[in-house]
């Protein structure tokens, strides 16, 4: 009897999005650390929309035609640039309705590799159970895509993944059959019930806190904060 | 206070070691199911030497200048060739004192982008704690290379470079910064009391089973059946 379930699978990079994609018709991006967090507060906060670019000179070129720009670099602002991405900086009144341009290290690189897809989704633990719904009410198959740390894995972003494919496999209308995802999955319930103490160890914490981010992190791991979901249109993240 | 511990640090598949490498002097190639576990039984076995080769084509060059060749692709031994990656196939009387030539799906693979490192081993269950504890009396810097499956992550590996993590970790000489050590670490935590229940959701060990090799799955997870360490001299795999 073939399985009628529909896939939901995790990609630990954006590296290794290549061997993953075409399967998928709709991709959430995450990056929990910081950008996913910062695009959902950013919505929340009645941002009109959110044009990402990899890149900051693509940003600053923004910036010169009149454009309110944020640019992340190493998890401090970039100079000359209006903000980073601090979910903070983005609960400012002068940010509604507005249209602004954002580069970050890791985030708006996946976005960009994963732009052709079907659906591009933004996900972090702000959005995690108002997204997952969402998703499991589609029916189609998803992509989970991790940021990760200059390429490398990292531990909050597959967590996160892990619980949108934990929420969409107890629907039991989807599985998983990659290796990632299972693991992905493991992590996600061994950290459920203390994120903080769960990740109080990984490397990118760590990095965040010794830049006094700890507002910013404790914030970014606080599930269900918003009910927004960014979504990729014609190049510019909208709300859904 | 400066940390005078040495690293063990995970890599998850051949593709992310150029972000890995130049900080380790020793790498130990990992690929549970089957290659390195059947390296391994090969030189407990009585084996002189293994010439890796990544290509099916350099296997078949050796074999018509008389080498014994190995060649498996898929989980299956590639048609002409003498034998796959089964451990079992290796248990051979005329084996003893013969050097022979292998290439693999993955395994040989990650073995071919290390080979430049300072130290290559070979790791696997089958010499878990002989490995880790001569990993730990070198007090230098290790790098667990995982071969995965096809340039993606696999669990079997990875819980097999936590053991190893999990051990040096142990002996409070090393230490891990990378989160793909940290979520190693833990997978292997929570796989220790069963790796065989753990796995059997694994997509490589479904893969095998259907290839009805529960056998060798049963070996290679069986952990300290030998006490050899199989490394890379000038191209070859000789025993330590």
């Given amino acids: 009897m073939e399985d009628s379930r529909k896939r939901v699978e995790v990609c630990f990079t954006p590296g290794e999005y290549p061997y993953y994609k075409d399967e998928f018709e709709i991709v959430v991006v995450i990056d929990v650390l910081r950008a996913t967090s910062a695009i959902c507060a950013a919505f929340d906060n009645g941002i009109k929309s959110i044009i990402p670019v990899p890149t900051v000179e693509e940003a600053w070129d923004y910036k010169l035609k009149g454009y309110l720009a944020g640019a992340e670099r190493k998890g401090q602002i970039v100079e000359g640039f209006d903000f980073g991405n601090s979910p903070f900086s983005y609960m400012r009144e002068d940010f509604k309705d507005k249209e602004v341009v954002l580069t970050t290290t890791n985030g ?15 996900g972090s633990f702000l959005n995690l159970d108002y997204l997952s719904k969402w998703l499991a009410e589609q029916n189609k198959n998803v992509l989970c895509l991790c940021s990760g740390w200059q390429d490398k894995f990292n531990l909050e972003d597959t967590i996160c993944a892990g619980a949108i494919s934990d929420y969409l496999i107890s629907t039991g209308n989807y599985t998983s059959i990659e290796d990632s995802s299972i693991a992905a999955k493991y992590l996600f319930l061994s950290a459920k019930d203390n994120y903080l103490g769960y990740l109080k160890s990984s490397s990118h914490r760590r990095r965040l806190k010794n830049l006094n981010l700890n507002e910013d992190i404790k914030y970014c791991l606080t599930p269900n904060q918003t009910e ?13």
Same sequence: chains 1, 2.
Avoid: H, Q, R, W
């Fill in 228 to 240: 927004v979901i960014p979504i990729l249109k014609d190049g510019k993240l909208v709300k859904l």
């Fill in 108 to 122: 708006t690189k996946s976005l960009d590799v994963a732009k052709n897809a079907e659906v591009v989704v933004v």
